[in-house]
């Protein structure tokens, strides 16, 4: 069972396989040559618990990454309590020698759990990347296709205004593929106006 993996000098933290969108552009769908997210190994068998995931961390030099990365296959904050507990003993370890915490999600940590979670996040973690993908509703439904529908569209752009709050360097993400100019713009400035920066994406063909 993998739960934390090594990428470009960051470590990765693989906590959870589970979604409540399928994005067809996710690279959990397919077999890239050569990317460790088509690898089998990141499909986890069950999840692990807190401390199997401490212990994971604390057989690295945890210190020596640029950076921590909770992401893998799933939406990590489905275990946005593990993970921040996590954080917690991380900190009480290593102080500040602790690299910069990341966040890769979807943006559905309040509508996952039904309460704010953002201001738990505030001293923890450093980054968050959040799945931006679409300048309306209807596209970001046909495009993550969410459990949710629509709805989750508002609840990500909802998410993404009020963890900014909280969080020093929040940034929305699409993937290029089959966007005009005209649209990463508009994407550009929803994230303007929710105080966060826009990153674009290159697509990678699974």
Known sequence: MTITYEYEGALYVN???????????????????GSIYTEDSLWLERE???????A?????????YREIVFCGYGEPTYRIDDLLWLVDRLKECFGDRLPPVRIN??????????????PELKGRID????SLNSSSAAEYAAICRPREGEAAYQAMLDFTRKAAKYVPNVVMTIVDKDKTPEEIERCRQIARD????LRVRAFIDS
Do not use: M, W, Y
Not at 15 to 33: D, P, S, Y
Not at 48 to 54: G, H, K, Q, V
Not at 56 to 64: C, G
Not at 105 to 118: F, P, Q, Y
């Open 48 to 54: 692990p618990t807190r401390e199997e995931a401490l």
């Open 194 to 197: 929710l105080g966060v920066r």
């Open 127 to 130: 980054t968050l990347s959040i």
């Open 56 to 64: 994971d961390f604390l057989k690295r030099d945890v210190p020596s």
């Open 15 to 33: 906590l959870t396989n589970r979604c409540n969108c399928a994005c067809v552009f996710c690279l959990r769908h397919g077999k890239a040559q």
């Open 105 to 118: 999600t979807n943006g559905h940590a309040n509508l996952i759990h039904g309460r704010d979670v953002c």
